[in-house]
């Protein structure tokens, strides 16, 4: 799996927009781009995949440039309850059995 | 809908000794996963069950097994307990797609808190 570049930290106050990007030079013709979502002493939850270009849900938003080396990752409006890990990963849809974590980028929000 | 649970919440342990983990996958999911999350750490991939069998093994020695259950539930021991081996175990189920190859999107639980002293 394509190896995976992101902020350690990031800190927002509440109410304004987070974009958090994440580098994947190597990446590969059929890899998705996936974020997951961590808090403390749970499961990562799934927020948003996309291949190319922009995703968006009822969570979150996915820009995924035409190069796909790099992807972001954006929270319109956070609030305290979105202070988490977030995780970027890399891969064949077909290989999520082995979901390569890094170290994710740890969102602080504050009043 | 019955998310996926996971039994104990939390485990103490001494070295040497030997734990089993629990895992039910969410309805409607037949795979399941195994990840080690050590603290300030990302999951690592333990290993995979499908059909009750092991498919697809992470980096970690055979001190780790499991073993799926035909109603699909799996669990998870780990023998020969190191101080190491404190962490947080995650188990997250998924569903073949009809391709032999699990669907994208895995559904954690909210995992076992391991210590082993």
């Known amino acids: 799996l394509a190896k995976t570049t992101q902020p350690i930290s990031m800190d927002s106050y509440e109410g304004q927009e987070v974009n958090i990007t994440c580098s994947h030079n190597n990446i590969a013709t059929n890899d998705y781009i996936t974020w997951y979502q961590q808090f403390p002493s749970q499961g990562p939850r799934f927020i948003i995949q996309?291949?190319?270009t922009k995703v968006t849900n009822e969570v979150a938003s996915l820009f995924i440039p035409a190069d796909r080396k790099s992807s972001t990752l954006s929270l319109p409006r956070v609030s305290l309850s979105d202070t988490a890990v977030y995780y970027c990963l890399v891969g064949l849809t077909g290989t999520a059995s082995k979901l390569t974590f890094g170290t994710g980028t740890r969102l602080q929000v504050t009043l | 809908d019955a998310g996926v649970t996971q039994s104990p919440t939390h485990l103490i342990k001494t070295r040497g000794q030997q734990v089993t983990l629990r895992c039910s996958p969410k309805?409607?999911?037949?795979?399941v996963s195994w990840y080690q999350q050590a603290l300030g750490q990302g999951p690592q991939f333990i290993f995979q069950?499908?059909?009750?069998?092991?498919?697809q093994r992470g980096n970690f020695p055979d001190r780790f097994s499991g073993h799926q259950f035909p109603n699909y539930s799996s669990e998870l021991n780990v023998n020969a307990l190191l101080l190491g081996d404190s962490a947080l175990y995650l188990c997250?189920?998924?569903?073949?797609?009809?391709?032999?190859?699990?669907?994208?999107?895995?559904?954690f639980g909210p995992g076992t808190r391991l210590t082993v002293l």
């Open positions: 996309g291949y190319k």
């Open positions: 069950y499908y059909e009750e069998e092991e498919r």
């Open positions: 997250a189920s998924s569903l073949f797609d009809g391709k032999r190859q699990p669907q994208d999107t895995q559904y």
């Open positions: 309805s409607g999911h037949d795979t």
